[in-house]
């Protein structure tokens, strides 16, 4: 799949003919001239399929944290699923149990055998998958990792079912790594693409007093070059390859990245002379870095991974959209790249943030959520040096404002939506980040929206800032049932004698008002008495009482908001 003039991504197939990602299109087809290319700008069925298989792997989580990365990857913590499941494995019958999918359900899940892995293991000690005889779960095991073992046991027939289920009810086949954290999941789930599983067995932690063991987690991360990390980009991993090798790294030309020519692997990094923390805190800190970086680049060679995977998001952080070109300096060819653009970002946004229902009628749909802040990206070429090469730059700027309201009007064409867009708002923010007419030089235009605010849901369960105005009357009839007054015959209720009820005196009066002489608004209806002995709650007695008032005419004691209308009948009784 191609997208201007580079791969953007290609299958197994093209791989191992010799073709990667972010490779120039006229290099892939000198390397396979046969290699079928499709254009990649329209992602639509894309992400269609990406929330379909979202949705479908959300449904199996008890926790609610499953994360997508991108889109085909999902993480997913089921800690939850194989701690409620271990407590129910028979120690005296592994072979055959049952792992539970459903809390309430005894009966909703599957039979596995809890002595093996399912799928391969890392390191791969059995040809069928089985784990190695020395982690069996009815013997010993080094550095008490039986425990662990067990997990993982459940969690590889976990990913079984997810990857079973996705193919019969989905039609697509998966790929699934299983491990503690989502550092070692993700690497350990690159073995055995494009179809199989693998679970990356213990020991993880060995003792220096065990010097007959080695942890298979360094054994695993150690083989990899250090840009293969995850939470190791492009720039940390050049900086770091320069320090190793005390010299720059030569690494590939392309138009976007290219690959390094000299692999440093992670065992390379970790044990040279004097590496940690502080060394690379120096090598990757400074202006903009994240605080602690050095300590988390660490942690990540090392194989340790602290981050949580996150809860499920019905709304994205963010929606953005960009394109690379090899020369944009005009203003009418930026209008015409901004329109492209903008129409695709608002495509987008009725994509993402609209609910997700049958109805066919744009108009009628409702927004889940509002972005309340655009931004526009560029990135500008440096000028060619003196020899006549140019330096590499990945540096952008940017712009942000307010999204206008008309955005989020469904009624209005698109059309007419993004033009307003454009000439509004993105070609203003445009002029403050490149003051000149032309000849700007640009390689990469970005507009996104960020700043979600969530909408209220139907049930008025969502974060938003408020319930949906609609729904709500639509649903109070239901909700307010139970307070609802009805007019129907009821028999007689006992009501309290007002002799007892205490009296409350009046600064300009010393007399008692009784029953004979209260308004009638004070009079209580049947159906609103209660048992004698519950009949006044002394604080609501108090509050109440403090809010009557009594006639200087006739003496009534009656709520203060009945005496203007009280008064208004002794005026027109006087006439």
């Not at 009066?509 to 519950?534: A, K, P």
Request: with cysteine; charged share 25%; glycine share 8%.
């Amino acid at each position: 799949m191609a997208d201007k003039q580079i791969i953007v991504t290609c299958n197994y197939e093209a791989r191992r003919r010799g073709l990667s990602k972010l490779q120039l299109i006229h290099e892939a087809k000198k390397i396979c001239p046969d290699v079928v290319i499709v254009l990649g700008e329209e992602l639509g069925r894309f992400r269609d399929a990406s929330k379909l298989l979202y949705k479908h792997l959300e449904k199996f989580s008890w926790s609610g944290k499953v994360e997508r990365l991108g889109f085909d990857e999902v993480f997913m913590d089921v800690t939850d699923i194989v701690d409620y499941n271990q407590k129910l494995l028979n120690p005296n019958d592994l072979t055959h149990s049952f792992l539970q999918m459903d809390r309430n359900d005894p009966t909703a899940g599957f039979a596995f055998d809890a002595t093996k892995i399912a799928g391969h293991g890392y390191p791969d000690l059995q040809p069928c998958g089985e784990a190695s005889p020395q982690y069996t779960l009815n013997s010993g095991s080094p550095n008490n990792d039986i425990g662990l073992l067990t997990r993982l046991i459940l969690g590889s027939h976990l990913a079984q079912h997810l990857r079973l289920s996705l193919e019969e009810e989905k039609g697509y086949t998966s790929t699934v790594g299983i491990s503690t954290n989502k550092l070692l999941s993700k690497l350990v789930g690159n073995l055995h693409k494009p179809k199989g599983q693998t679970t990356l067995l213990p020991p993880y932690e060995v003792l220096p007093s065990d010097d007959a063991l080695q942890s298979n987690v360094t054994t695993f991360i150690d083989s990899h070059d250090i840009g293969k990390i995850p939470g190791i980009g492009f720039k940390m991993s050049q900086r770091i390859r320069n320090h190793v090798l005390s010299r720059p790294a030569d690494f590939e030309s392309g138009l976007i990245y290219g690959g390094t020519k000299e692999s440093v692997t992670v065992r390379d990094v970790r044990l040279f002379p004097g590496m940690g923390p502080e060394i690379l805190e120096k090598l990757l800190g400074g202006l903009g870095a994240e605080r602690g970086i050095g300590g988390k680049a660490w942690a990540l060679i090392n194989g340790r991974d602290d981050s949580d995977v996150k809860d499920i998001r019905k709304v994205p952080s963010q929606i953005s959209i960009e394109d690379s070109y090899k020369k944009l300096d005009t203003m009418p060819q930026l209008i015409k790249e901004l329109r492209m653009l903008a129409t695709s970002l608002l495509n987008r946004m009725h994509q993402d943030l609209l609910e997700d229902d049958e109805k066919s009628n744009i108009s009628s749909k409702r927004w889940i959520a509002y972005p309340k802040t655009l931004r526009l990206s560029t990135r500008p070429r440096p000028p060619l040096n003196a020899d006549g090469t140019r330096t590499r730059s990945f540096n952008r700027i940017s712009r942000s404002g307010p999204l206008p309201n008309f955005v989020f009007n469904l009624k209005d064409g698109k059309d007419s939506i993004v033009e307003r867009l454009i000439q509004e708002s993105l070609i203003p923010m445009f002029r403050r980040l490149h003051p000149q007419k032309a000849d700007w030089n640009l390689s990469l235009v970005n507009i996104g929206v960020t700043n979600m605010i969530e909408a209220a849901s139907e049930d008025g369960s969502s974060a938003g800032v408020g319930r949906n105005i609609g729904s709500m009357f639509k649903g109070q009839e239901a909700r307010l049932k139970e307070w609802k007054v009805q007019d129907r015959d009821t028999p007689p209720d006992f009501v309290a004698d007002r002799n007892q009820l205490p009296a409350k005196k009046h600064p300009s009066s010393d007399r008692v008002e009784t029953e004979y002489t209260m308004g009638s608004e004070d009079i209580v209806r049947s159906q609103d008495t209660v048992d004698e002995l519950d009949f006044w709650n002394v604080e609501d007695e108090e509050e109440e009482m403090d809010h009557r008032e009594i006639c200087h005419v006739c003496g009534a004691m009656m709520p203060a908001f009945a005496m203007p209308a009280h008064e208004r009948f002794h005026n027109w009784e006087g006439e």
